[in-house]
């Protein structure tokens, strides 16, 4: 393999994207001549591995829903908030947006927001295989589990909640701050004071 795009695999965690390889100077017809002969595999448009790498689920459904944020149950798990490995992947989107992967109902759960708050409380994290990925972080998180808490595993969401309570760092200033956003203020000082 060109040392070149093994260079740009390295620095990918294993993954290269073709636009990151033709700015580097790598044609397409190497990457495709690459992937004939098994040394990268192509898994979606645009998104080659290396094929001795684990393929990244979190990065590649990512790449492939740009405005995809990881949250709910799947953003728990990124946070540490639970250890309970998603069956599915919870991502929000906002209203309107549409994506080949909403056809996907066993591997993939979407929920809608207004766009105004669809950005609010990203963050990036390193997937379980090392490459960043958007997810909502954990206030945003908290609260979107608490209002949506009848759709989702209620001792999860419990659990959860607990969890977040015992850590030190958290930014209570902020979680209230985006309760009063979603409507849920009174909500989360009910369970701030129970489990506090």
Same mark, same amino acid.
Request: aromatic share 10%.
């Given at each position: 393999?060109? =040392? ?5 695999? =390295? ?20 990457? #495709? %001549? ?7 595999? /192509? ?5 080659? $591995? !290396? ?17 995809? @944020?990881?949250? +709910? ?18 991502? =929000? $989107?906002?209203?309107? +947006?549409?994506? /080949?992967?909403? *056809?996907?109902? *066993?591997?993939? #759960? ?9 950005? @609010?409380?990203? =963050? ?8 960043? $990925?958007?997810? +909502? *972080?954990?206030? %945003? ?19 959860? @909640?607990? /969890? ?6 958290? !930014?209570?200033?902020?979680?209230? #701050? +985006?309760?009063?956003?979603?409507? $849920? %203020?009174?909500?989360?000082? #009910? ?6």
């Amino acid at each position: 393999m060109q =040392t070149l795009i093994k260079q740009l695999l =390295t620095e990918g965690n294993g993954v290269i994207k073709a636009s990151d390889a033709r700015l580097a100077g790598v044609k397409n017809k190497e990457l #495709q %001549r690459l992937t004939e002969s098994g040394e990268l595999e /192509r898994i979606s448009h645009g998104l080659y $591995i !290396d094929s001795e790498h684990m393929e990244d689920e979190y990065f590649i459904v990512q790449y492939r829903c740009k405005k995809g @944020v990881y949250s +709910y149950e799947t953003a728990l798990f990124l946070h540490d908030l639970s250890d309970r490995t998603p069956l599915r992947l919870m991502l =929000t $989107i906002p209203n309107g +947006y549409n994506t /080949r992967l909403l *056809n996907n109902k *066993n591997n993939y #759960q979407f929920f809608y927001c207004k766009s105004e708050v669809h950005e @609010v409380g990203i =963050t990036t994290v390193k997937s379980p295989f090392g490459h960043d $990925i958007c997810v +909502y *972080n954990k206030e %945003r998180t908290i609260c979107d589990c608490i209002k949506k808490k009848e759709k989702l595993d209620s001792s999860l969401v419990l659990d959860a @909640v607990k /969890r977040y309570m015992s850590q030190s760092g958290n !930014d209570y200033a902020l979680l209230l #701050q +985006y309760a009063q956003m979603l409507n $849920i %203020r009174d909500t989360v000082r #009910q369970y701030m004071e129970v489990l506090g």
